[in-house]
Structures are given as structure tokens and as C-alpha cells.
């Protein structure tokens, strides 16, 4: 137990690693404090043996009333651009690095918090877990919470991104998560950037 009080996920992680068991493991994870207001898990969901495995942040709200990862306005436009940069969305696997949503209450409205380090530090077992069984060839992170949780705490995706960094057995290329498009003041301007960067990742595959 950290000094925050978080558990770790390890000790919740199933004896037989697959996706079915992790997923049912995970349901009753409370290795962080996020699990406490969070509606349920956000498990990964996709292929076992997909190519691409797109890692992003935390649930937003939707994700977390439906259960599944991106299933909002960012999810339907990392769809979009999955689909222009040519990446078959049958061939991914979609995670998260936290899998409980992080927020705070405004009125009656549940307002998106960056979950802290303590958090994505407890939650890593999972996504390590998920790397071993899908074995992915490129892992596509996206923001900066994904890739403090996978390429470290000195990595800056706004310096670094679209440049493929070896990563165990894959190769990870990092952009920001299509959620920071949608708030973006030019949102045209920070899509092509997007784009581009799942582009790279596509020729790795």
C-alpha cells in the first residue's frame, strides 16, 4: 500500500491471464480509491491477437455509464481517424491505463480529473497484463497519462510524439489523446496533427 492508500491492482490480477478472466478480475479491482465513485471497470476490449493497441487515459463519462472505452466524442473521432490512416478498427485493442473514471462533481455534472500518479502507478498491472496476453505489435499512446504509465515520467508527448519508441517486443508511437483535438482552438489544425501521428503508426505495423 502507498502512502496514498492505494492497494495496487496486483494482488487482484487472476492466476490465468486472458482476456475473459482479466476482465472479470478487474470488475472487482479496488486497488486505487477512483473504484469508489466510478459506475463500474473500463476494461480493454478488441482482439486477442490485434496488431495495434491504442492506450489512452482514464473513462470519460459515457465510457463509464456504458462500460466500454471510447465510446464518446473522442472515440468516434479516433474512429475517424483510424479509418483515414488506413488502420483496420477490427485489428485494435482498446485500453485504457486507468480503468476507472477520475472526476469531480460541478453541480450535477461529473467533470474529467487527470488521475494522479499514485493512481496510474496502481493501475499498471492491468495494462501490463494486457500487453502480455494481446502481444500487440504498435502501441499507439495517447496522452500524456498513457505515456507517463508506458514510456515513463520524462517522456513529453508534445515534444516527442510521432516518433516510434521501442517499447518491450513492439513499437509505441505517441500523440494526444483525440479528447485534447475536440478542445483544441483550431480542432482542424490538431486533427491533421493527429492524423499524421496514427500514419506513422500504421507503416510500423
Known sequence: MDKDGNKGAAE??????DLDSLRHAAAGCEGC???RNATQTVFGEGPKEARFMLVGEVPG??????GHPFVGPAGRLLDKGLEEAGIERDDVYVTNAVKHFSFTLRGKRRIHQKPTAAEITACHPWLDAELSVVRPEVIVVLG???ARSLLGREFRVTRQRGEP???GDALAVATVHPSAV????DRDLAYKGFLADLRVAATLA
Open 144 to 146: 500524456a497519462t498513457a
Open 12 to 17: 487482484f490480477l487472476p492466476d490465468r491471464l
Open 61 to 66: 463519462d459515457q465510457e463509464d455509464r456504458q
Open 182 to 185: 475536440l478542445r483544441a482552438p
Open 165 to 167: 519508441v521501442p517499447l
Open 33 to 35: 480509491g477512483l473504484y
